[in-house]
Each structure stands twice: as C-alpha cells, then as structure tokens.
C-alpha cells in the first residue's frame, strides 16, 4: 500500500510538473508571462524575505509576522475562487475516472501542491517570518516544524475549498466569481490603503496589537505565533498554538478528503437526465406588471436581464456600484472628503450607457431586425436608459445622503443631488449618441472588454463621451458657481429642480439625436459588435 502511494505521489507530482512545461510551450507570449510573473513574484518574495529579517529582534514583530501569516492564508483562500484556470489541477474532476483511493489521492495531491511559485513565496514568508521571531535554540527548533506546517494549511487551505466549489467554479456562476476577481481586488487595495492611514494615525503598529492577540490563536498563524511564544519562554502556549495548528491542518485534510469523496461519487448534471423537475415554477407575472407595456417595457426586461445574467454586463454594474459609493464614503472617513464626490455615482452609473449595442454582441441582429424606422430607434433608446435609470436614479440618491450625512452638510444636500442628476443626463444623452457613433464588440470569453483592433473605438466612445458629458454640465455648474460666488447660498436648493429638469431635457434631446443616426447605421452597428 505504502509503495502504491509513492508510485501515485511520484505520478502526481511528474504530472504537475509536464503540466508546467507543456504549458510554457503552448506559445512565446504565455512563456514570457509566466517567466515576468514569477520573476515579479520570487523578486516580491525575496523583498519581504530581507524585511523580515532585519525585522529580527524587533518588539512589534510578532504582531507584524502574525498578521502577515493571516494574510497569506486568506489569499490561498479566495485566490482559488476567483482564479481556477489558473492552475489546471485544481480541478480534481480531471481524476474521476481513475481508479484512484481518497487517502493516497489526498497525500499526492498534496504533495504535487508544494511545486509551482505560490508554495515558494509561502515558503520565503513562513521562513522570515519565523526567522523574524525565533531567538534561542529551543525556538529555532519550534520553527522547524512551524515553517513546514504553516506551508502545509496554506496549500492544503487552497485545495480544500476548491474541491468544496469545484461545481461552482466550473458553472457560469463560477465565471462571474471570476470576472469579478478585479472588482474584489480593487475594493481589497482602497481597504489596505485605508486601513494603512488609519493604522498610522491611530500610532503605529500598536494599534494591530488587540487583533494580533486574536489572530495569534487562528491556523496557520498560531504555528507562527508558537515560534514567538518559545523565545518567550512560554512553552505551555506555545505548545498549545502548534498543535493548534496541526489540529487545523488535519481538519482540512479530513474535509478534503471528504469533498473529493464526495465528488468523485455523486453525479452532475452531465450525467442526469436533462430534464425540468415535476414541479416546475412558474413564471410570476407580476413583476412584469411593474414596468411599461409594449416595447419600451420589453427592453427595460432585457437590459435588466442583462445586468443580472451576463457575466461581463454584471461585472461592469457591480464595479461601477462599488467604485461610486467607496469614493466619496472612503474620502469622508478620511477627513478629507467633500460632499461633491457624491457625484461620482452618478458618473460611474452613467457610463453604462455607452456601447449599448456592443453589450448584445452577435444577438443584436435581432434587435436590428424590430428597428425600421428612427421612431423605433428612438424607443429601443429609450427604453434601455429608462432601464439604467431604475437603478442609477435611487443609487446617486442614496450615495448622495450618505455622503451628506458623514460630513454633516445637509444643506448642500439639494444642490449636490441637482448636480447628480444634471451630470446623470448628460451621460445618457452622450451615451446614447456615442452608442450609435462608436460601436464596438465586448468578448464574451476572457478578460477582454474590447475586441482586438477596436481599443481605439472604445477610447473614443468612452472619454469623448465623458469629455461631452461634462461640457453639457457646464451650465448647471456654472450657475452652482454664481450662486456661491454672490453669496446667494440661500438660493443652491434652486439647483434640485433646476438640474433634474436640465438633466432630463438633455436626455431626451440626446436620445432624440441619436435615434436618426442609430436607423440609418444598422448594418455597420451589427458588423462592429459582432467582431471577435
């Protein structure tokens, strides 16, 4: 038994390593990427490796070491839901067929996750880390096997929850986590960043002490903790945070093990009967009733199926939402907010106007085919900004109160939602226009957001419609200047309904305009967005 788990030990780990090499001959591109990926990665990697040791004999270095360690776990968390192409055996279903044990498939597995660059930059961090902290000859020994251990959870922390949502990451719920993956990491870079200015202006490192405490107690970083604990004499607490650590990696085990039973037993949908159930619920009828009849609230429908379904249409929603509220909320937990960044929901909403079509793809045809005349331009138009507003009118209003009430300015309150909502019109007139002007494909498979050869397109479409939106603006700002430059703050409520009405009179005249133009370029709209 023992020699068939070597042979399947050794099996896995040649496989990974072929898989490795085969990949980096698929093509020149993908070679220089991953060698600049890993250069970066091994350079970060050696960068934190000097940091933390000449961190040794530092006061705060346990609680920096620690937090570090928590980090470092949380990244082997999330990064497999998020990024499960990015290595081929995650996936565990690839063995289903085989006539493989649970025990020997863990064991292999596991050991096949410690060759690639992830398990060296863990490695390089668990080893300074503990260097770090370590002082004495009883501590260095604690770190032997704290080191080993704190690698051993992280990879096997990765391998777990990928085999618990291995059906997730493979299904279209899946591809949004992953289209959504930059919006996560763009939201975690702000927290960092706020988090960094609150940690130096609450005194330093100190300040991360409490949560150190706690964290001290929680796998991997308790293995880590255990090194610190022995240098300070504490070796019943030390004793207790390692074997803490040791329980935790044995749970994981124990639940993979159990997750990989599970999956490579229990069917999937590839292997039932592709067939409705029995009781099949019906479609709710009332929901429709909610919006307008005929064509207007049949596209509404669409439009905002698209927002909820489509992988990439969802991405740009929910991206655009995140980004318009941490702006101005961040800027007035900082102190240095003002109340005008509330206008930046409205903005971020309001590019979700352009490349209307593009977002179709190739299913545009069938909306080319309803659009005979520029009356029904006009209405198809219409109806997809109606669409934008039942969400982006209630959004930029509630950002716009939260804004308000963290700075405590209520009374610019009616001039700022004016100003919203003048700049939300500008940007669905010049949307609009810039829809029917300056088409372009959205790739449904990848990264992408433009198809190759059209970069230059969305540029034009995007930034020139933004540079048009914010001449449009140029009378309501214009008159918020005067009023202020007078003295008549008394009269800035002026502004909600003179904004509201600016902006709606600009959306129409802009849909207006577009409509004309949208008819008559039919044939070149279908052939930009159905490119790629």
């Known amino acids: 038994m023992t020699a068939r788990t070597e042979s399947l030990t050794r099996t896995l780990v040649r496989l990974k390593l072929a898989l490795l090499r085969n990949g980096l001959h698929q093509s020149t591109g993908r070679r220089a990427a991953y060698i600049a990926s890993a250069t970066a990665a091994l350079l970060v990697a050696a960068l934190q490796l000097l940091g933390l040791v000449l961190l040794h004999g530092n006061p705060h270095a346990p609680t920096v070491t620690v937090a570090l360690t928590t980090v470092l776990a949380l990244g082997w968390t999330v990064l497999p839901l998020f990024f499960p192409s990015g290595d081929e055996t995650l996936d565990p279903t690839r063995l289903v067929m085989l006539p493989l044990r649970p025990d020997p498939l ?8 410690l060759v690639g660059i992830g398990p060296l930059f863990t490695l390089c961090l668990a080893v300074g880390a503990a260097y770090a902290v370590a002082s004495g000859a009883a501590a260095t020994a604690v770190a032997v096997l704290a080191v080993p251990l704190t690698v051993l959870t992280c990879v096997a922390l990765a391998r777990t929850v990928a085999a618990a949502n291995t059906r997730l990451l493979t299904s279209r719920k899946g591809r949004d986590l992953a289209v959504l993956s930059g919006l996560v990491i763009a939201i975690g870079a702000q927290l960092v960043n706020f988090g960094a200015q609150r940690l130096g202006s609450a005194g330093g490192v100190e300040a991360l002490d409490p949560v150190a405490d706690v964290l001290r107690w929680v796998p991997p970083a308790s293995a880590i903790a255990s090194v610190a604990a022995t240098s300070e004499q504490s070796y019943a607490m030390a004793t207790a945070q390692l074997a803490l650590c040791a329980g ?14 599970k999956l490579m037993t229990s069917p999937d949908g590839s292997t039932l009967q592709a067939a409705e159930p029995a009781r099949r619920r019906r479609r709710d009828p009332s929901g429709r009733r909610l919006l307008p009849s005929g064509r207007t609230g049949t596209v509404m429908e669409r439009s905002l199926r698209y927002v909820w379904r489509d992988p990439k249409t969802k ?10 509220l941490i702006v101005p909320v961040f800027n007035a937990l900082q102190g240095t907010g003002s109340v005008y960044f509330a206008c930046f929901a409205a903005g971020m909403l309001g590019i979700q106007m352009y490349n209307q079509f593009g977002q179709d793809t190739s299913a545009f045809w069938m909306v080319a085919m309803t659009i005979a005349s520029p009356r029904d331009a006009y209405v198809e138009l219409r109806a997809r900004a109606l669409a934008l507003l039942v969400i982006t009118l209630p959004y930029a209003a509630l ?5 308000t009430a963290m700075l405590g300015a209520w009374a610019d309150l009616p001039e700022v939602l004016g100003i919203s909502f003048a700049l939300l019109g500008a940007m669905l007139a010049t949307g609009a226009w810039s829809s029917a002007r300056f088409p372009y494909s959205i790739p449904q498979e990848g990264y992408k957001n433009v198809a190759p050869g059209q970069a230059g397109l969305a540029w034009i479409s995007i930034f020139g419609g933004m540079v048009a939106a914010a001449l449009l603006c140029a009378p309501v700002l214009a008159l918020t200047i005067t009023l202020h430059a007078t003295g008549a703050d008394a009269w800035t409520w002026l502004l909600l309904p003179v904004g509201s009405a600016y902006g709606a009179a600009v959306t129409l005249l802009g849909l207006r305009m577009a409509a004309p133009r949208t008819a008559a370029r039919l044939p070149e709209i279908l052939a930009a967005v159905s490119k790629g």
């Not at 935790?248 to 039973?261: N, S």
């Not at 991405?315 to 318009?324: D, E, K, M, R």
């Not at 950002?399 to 804004?403: A, Q």
Request: hydrophobic share 60%.
């Open 106 to 113: 863990v064991r292999g597995l596991l050991v096949s996750s």
């Open 399 to 403: 950002v716009t109160l939260v804004t």
């Open 315 to 324: 991405a740009a929603w929910v991206t655009s939402l995140a980004i318009g």
């Open 248 to 261: 935790g990696l044995l749970a994981l085990l124990i639940t993979w093990r159990r997750a990989l039973t």
